[in-house]
């Protein structure tokens, strides 16, 4: 009965980190949410040794389980002395690795899943996949643009926008908690932007208050903003917030979607980390949001900022 179990144990596995590392499509997408350690990732936390448990340890575990049942069947059946010590052999192999893997050095980066992700969708940087893509602001290529302690791979048909178109754009432009902007091709009279935010967090609330209240926060610049959703995010890390609201803007309605997370950075002499609170909003016409919204997913995932 054992083997039976490991057989399907192994063959799950392999499946849900299949899917999570190469699919797109909502069962992926349900696994990237859950988490293929389950609760040995709170153990482990969200840093490298998670990432390389999802990547390494977890298929090879997995692995591990599925060859048992021919192991044991081989044995069963009398094979060679030889092909049950060499299977055996692997299986023992695949757990040490296994093992190794979790130490929180880094592999390559085809190994990790937001690589072979931006892989799929053309968001890597000429030289990583071997091919030269369009480096034009919005020429339709991909783009790596640096913001102020933000980086983010920008999409085809968007720019990041310059420091002289930003300061044009008034006290928007001034605010020093904005830290990148990105737009794209105005649709029905309106330029959808996406921008990223900084600031450091002063109260001692806990960082779930924090992070629920980012409904409130969003629904503030924008009378009559209603809220149509608010759930968790895998990206840009596990403890993001998605809010997403309408509101109505001279007669065109609009949509607002915004990530929220918190990161935590201790400088030398400071008793407590300091937190910061980072948010990514995307806005632009209802009528164009699934592309729009689309696109700010596939970015959001790119998305890496100073901790």
């Not at 997995?62 to 060499?86: D, H, N, Q, R, Y």
Request: glycine share 8%; charged share 20%; net charge negative.
């Amino acid at each position: 009965m054992w083997v039976l179990g490991a057989f399907i144990f192994g063959t799950l596995g392999l499946f849900t980190w299949y899917m999570r590392m190469f699919c797109d499509n909502p069962t992926a997408e349900l696994w990237r949410r859950v988490g293929i350690g389950f609760r040995l990732r709170r153990i482990l936390g969200t840093g490298r040794a998670a990432q390389n448990f999802s990547a390494v340890s977890f298929p090879a575990i997995s692995t591990a389980f599925l060859l048992m049942a021919p192991v044991k069947c081989a044995e069963a059946l009398g094979a060679p002395t030889w092909l049950i010590v060499s299977l055996a052999g692997v299986c023992m192999l695949l757990m040490i690795a296994a093992l190794v893997a979790i130490i929180p050095f880094k592999y390559p980066d085809c190994f990790y899943e937001d690589w072979q992700y931006a892989k799929r969708h053309g968001l890597l940087d000429e030289g990583e996949t071997g091919k030269k893509s369009s480096q034009s602001g919005d020429s339709g290529g991909v783009d790596h643009r640096m913001g102020t302690g933000v980086t983010m791979r920008v999409a085809s048909g968007w720019r990041q926008l310059s420091e002289e178109e930003r300061s044009e754009l008034g006290d928007l432009g001034q605010d020093e908690s904005i830290r990148f902007i990105a737009v794209r091709k105005a649709v029905e009279g309106y330029v959808p932007n996406i921008v990223i935010t900084e600031a450091e967090v002063f109260s001692g609330k806990r960082e779930q208050e924090i992070l629920d209240g980012s409904a409130g926060r969003l629904a503030e610049p924008h009378p009559g903003c209603r809220l149509i959703d608010d759930t968790a995010a895998p990206y840009p890390t596990a403890r993001t917030r998605l809010v997403t609201g309408v509101y109505t803007l001279d007669d065109t309605s609009m949509t607002v979607s915004q990530l929220v997370w918190l990161t935590r950075h201790r400088n030398d002499g400071d008793e407590e980390p300091r937190r910061f609170l980072w948010t990514a909003t995307c806005t632009c016409p209802s009528l164009a949001c699934p592309s729009i919204n689309e696109d700010f997913m596939t970015m959001a995932r790119t998305v890496e900022v100073e901790s």
